[in-house]
């Protein structure tokens, strides 16, 4: 799993998706639990990952990545 915390969610997706060969996409949740679907991935930004960056990840266990817009981390 590469460390994709902070980064915009496109990017963060790219990422994995590139690491994987396209067999991994990764799920998001938004952070303050509120349930937005996330269609413009440049307008959110990874608050936090699971599993963390150097983790195991597969399509059975696809990473988790928790979103905000901009400057709405906790």
């Excluded at 938004?30 to 983790?55: F, H």
């Amino acid at each position: 799993m590469p460390d994709v915390e902070g980064a915009i969610l496109q990017e963060a997706h790219d990422a994995i998706v590139s690491t994987t060969e396209g067999a991994v996409v990764p799920q998001t949740s938004a952070a303050d639990g509120t349930p937005y679907e996330q269609i413009n991935l440049t307008n959110w930004v990874v608050c936090a990952q699971s599993p963390s960056a150097g983790g195991q990840i597969s399509a059975e266990a696809p990473p988790e990545l928790e979103v905000a817009r901009p400057n709405e981390c906790e």
